[in-house]
């Protein structure tokens, strides 16, 4: 299609006449059939008689010669030309802003798929932590495992009654209480909870590894942010093409 096969259509579309759109272009209707047969390109002045003649404005107009191969010749008309550069500016803007947002997308997802498989934040180690007591106030930390040695005072460990006394005395003061943290919190550590203070200890045998769903969530996600970002990568080529 020519310019001037384009504005013959626009007249057709809106049900013109050759005269009456030279009339309300307030030109010549030999001069509109120059430029319907592509014997004259229209000054900027008459284009814009064009345009409001039509009731559309520029960007309307381009939209539709946007693939047509005259655009080039039309240069010369300076509100063409202005508005080819503005819209240019503007493309190279939106390009580079989906190129941003697709690498962003891209490594937010590396970011989050390797995090996920490697357990960054959250952990799959189980760690079990045991108490086995109540502490009262200014008792040693490991009395119960060592009653015999911080508690008995040392003459009367030789005498087998005062110590079995102590023995009844702790076993009736145990009340075992367990923790399974994935957070490591060190060989022992002390918490107080509703009925007192409690020391923890460690149970090196059992830790084991549990599966989280969260590492696999994040997994699940960083694929999706990585195949939204090349998406974005393959959209941004088609919609922005030169």
Request: neutral net charge.
């Amino acid at each position: 299609m020519t310019f001037g096969q384009y504005i013959k259509q626009l007249r057709t579309d809106k049900a013109y006449s050759q005269p009456e759109l030279a009339l309300k272009m307030n030109v010549e209707q030999s001069y509109l059939s120059k430029l319907e047969n592509d014997k004259s390109v229209p000054s900027n002045d008459v284009f814009r008689k064009l345009l409001a003649a039509l009731d559309m404005d520029i960007t309307v107009f381009m939209q539709g010669i946007e693939n047509c191969g005259f655009r080039h010749e039309l240069h010369q008309i300076p509100d063409i030309e202005m508005w080819s550069r503005a819209h240019s500016t503007r493309q190279q803007l939106s390009k580079k802003q989906w190129l941003s947002a697709a690498i962003a997308s891209i490594a937010i997802g590396g970011a989050l798929l390797f995090s996920g498989y490697e357990k960054i934040f959250f952990s799959e180690t189980q760690y079990e932590y045991v108490s086995d007591g109540i502490l009262l106030d200014g008792e040693p930390l490991q009395v119960f495992t060592h009653w015999r040695t911080l508690v008995v005072p040392f003459e009367e460990n030789g005498h087998i009654e005062k110590v079995d006394q102590y023995r009844r005395q702790f076993a009736q003061r145990l009340d075992p209480k367990s923790k399974l943290l994935f957070a490591y919190r060190g060989e022992s550590f002390v918490e107080t909870d509703e009925q007192g203070r409690r020391y923890y200890v460690e149970e090196t045998k059992k830790q084991k590894q549990v599966a989280r769903t969260e590492n696999a969530w994040m997994q699940f996600i960083g694929v999706l942010f990585i195949i939204a970002g090349s998406a974005m990568g393959v959209l941004q080529r088609a919609w922005f093409k030169p």
